[in-house]
């Protein structure tokens, strides 16, 4: 069992590690600690929390929803708790159990929350359910709260731009995105993209093998490689 003061360090140390995007290292430094604490109800919910954004992070969303249910249903610090409904949205959405990650979204909405992570991800929800009106309109509500946000910025072009709603304006809030995040694999797929159906296949191209070039994730290289494709008229 570790003592208090060995505990603080390296749970110090975990956050630091997260904080620097360092989440593997981070999560074994967690789940450490998680096998040597006591019985304490706010070590273990600090400990939980952060095991669950960093599965989250490394994409393992299984894990990632058991620890992030136990901060909702133990967590008195409300803003904590609605950062974990909003993560445990986003898997919901990413792993297509739509009605679960509306229920999330909805129970934040019902307590008067209103922010960008709510409207971004309530978009990209509505996105998924090829509801791409609505997720046009929260991509807006979004942008009105920080008209620098990136994710609502990739969001809202890809959708003008896939859609064919306005491919002209989609384009822009797609540079715009990238000129914000330029190392951003998924937003140079959706630059890329928004090229193609603004008819210039060569900027195309040159988008997307740069996205496929730095994208880490299985998931985003096979969308980018379904794009690269398209584009070369092999699908």
């Not at 603080?8 to 789940?31: P, S, V």
């Not at 610090?77 to 909805?106: D, G, P, S």
């Given at each position: 069992?570790?003592?208090?003061?060995?505990?603080?360090?390296?749970?110090?140390?975990g956050i630091r590690l997260f904080n620097l995007?360092?989440?593997?290292?981070?999560?074994?430094?967690?789940?450490?600690?998680?096998?040597?604490?006591?019985?304490?109800?706010?070590?273990?919910?600090?400990?939980?929390?952060?095991?669950?954004?960093?599965?989250?992070?490394?994409?393992?969303?299984?894990?990632a929803l058991l620890y992030l249910e136990q901060?909702?249903?133990?967590?008195?610090?409300?803003?904590?708790?609605?950062?974990?409904?909003?993560?445990?949205?986003?898997?919901?959405?990413?792993?297509?159990?739509?009605?679960?990650?509306?229920?999330?979204?909805?129970?934040?909405?019902?307590?008067?929350?209103?922010?960008?992570?709510?409207?971004?991800?309530?978009?990209?929800?509505?996105?998924?359910?090829?509801?791409?009106?609505?997720?046009?309109?929260?991509?807006?509500?979004?942008?009105?709260?920080?008209?620098?946000?990136?994710?609502?910025?990739?969001?809202?072009?890809?959708?003008?731009?896939?859609?064919?709603?306005?491919?002209?304006?989609?384009?822009?809030?797609?540079?715009?995105?990238?000129?914000?995040?330029?190392?951003?694999?998924?937003?140079?797929?959706?630059?890329?993209?928004?090229?193609f159906k603004n008819g210039d296949a060569t900027?195309?191209?040159?988008?997307?093998?740069?996205?496929?070039?730095?994208?880490?994730?299985?998931?985003?290289?096979?969308?980018?490689?379904?794009?690269?494709?398209?584009?070369?008229?092999?699908?």
């Amino acid at each position: 069992m570790m003592t208090e003061t060995t505990l603080t360090e390296t749970l110090q140390e975990g956050i630091r590690l997260f904080n620097l995007k360092r989440w593997d290292m981070a999560l074994r430094i967690f789940q450490q600690l998680h096998s040597n604490t006591n019985e304490d109800v706010k070590v273990t919910t600090e400990i939980a929390y952060y095991l669950g954004l960093c599965y989250t992070k490394l994409g393992r969303f299984d894990d990632a929803l058991l620890y992030l249910e136990q901060v909702v249903n133990a967590e008195s610090n409300i803003m904590r708790v609605y950062q974990c409904r909003l993560a445990l949205a986003y898997i919901y959405v990413i792993t297509e159990r739509a009605k679960m990650a509306e229920f999330e979204l909805n129970r934040l909405s019902e307590i008067g929350f209103e922010s960008v992570q709510l409207y971004t991800v309530l978009a990209y929800s509505a996105c998924s359910e090829r509801q791409y009106q609505k997720a046009v309109e929260l991509y807006a509500k979004a942008l009105q709260l920080d008209n620098n946000n990136t994710t609502a910025m990739n969001g809202l072009g890809y959708i003008l731009a896939d859609t064919a709603m306005n491919v002209q304006q989609g384009l822009v809030f797609c540079k715009k995105a990238v000129d914000r995040n330029p190392d951003n694999p998924a937003y140079l797929d959706s630059l890329g993209w928004a090229y193609f159906k603004n008819g210039d296949a060569t900027e195309a191209r040159n988008w997307l093998r740069r996205a496929l070039g730095i994208a880490s994730l299985a998931s985003q290289q096979k969308e980018i490689r379904d794009h690269i494709r398209i584009v070369a008229g092999e699908a």
